[in-house]
């Protein structure tokens, strides 16, 4: 029998309408992704078998010169692995598509200091509003990404936890 605390859960910022949940384990704080959506509003979480520490996993289709398929991702923030198709070469730049509609997912206004990459949104709620979404580098291997919710960056929240703590 173990003496493992199951994760706690606390939802970011009282007013936030996603779906995104923090857990905690231990002295970390994970941020996961528990619904997004594509495009046209279909979910991108959940649509296949994979999963990540029990986490259903967010599926893309993506593109990378004549290579095609559906890739499984962690829906855990910062967590680098990947299912399905994955045998692309780090810093290849890849196209990034809804696997439900097959729309290509929105492209993000460039990010400062970050030449060279294109980050593609992907909402976390049904609204596909900007100000709760997920942008998702398109430099396979390049593992930045930026969680938007209300309009604040979740990695700025995150870091204001952590200085009170």
């Known amino acids: 029998m173990s003496n493992e605390q199951p994760p706690k859960t606390r939802k970011p910022l009282s007013r936030s309408p996603s779906n995104v949940e923090f857990r905690t384990q231990g002295e970390d704080v994970r941020v996961v992704l528990t619904q997004a959506f594509g495009p046209k509003g279909d979910n991108l979480i959940g649509i296949s078998d994979a999963k ?23 829906p855990i923030h910062g967590d680098a692995r990947k299912a399905g198709s994955t045998e692309i070469a780090p810093g290849t730049k890849c196209e990034l598509f809804c696997p439900v509609s097959n729309e290509p997912l929105p492209k993000l206004p460039p990010v400062p200091n970050d030449e060279g990459t294109t980050y593609y949104a992907i909402y976390l709620t049904p609204e596909l509003t900007d100000g709760a979404m997920v ?13 938007v919710d209300n309009y604040e960056l979740i990695a700025t929240w995150m870091e204001a936890e952590a200085d009170l703590d």
Not at 60 to 73: P, S
Not at 135 to 141: A, L, P
């Open 135 to 147: 942008g998702i580098s398109n430099v396979w291997g390049h593992y930045h990404s930026r969680v």
């Open 52 to 74: 990540f520490d029990d986490h259903p996993a967010l599926t893309l289709r993506v593109k990378a010169g004549d290579q095609e398929g559906l890739t499984h991702i962690s």
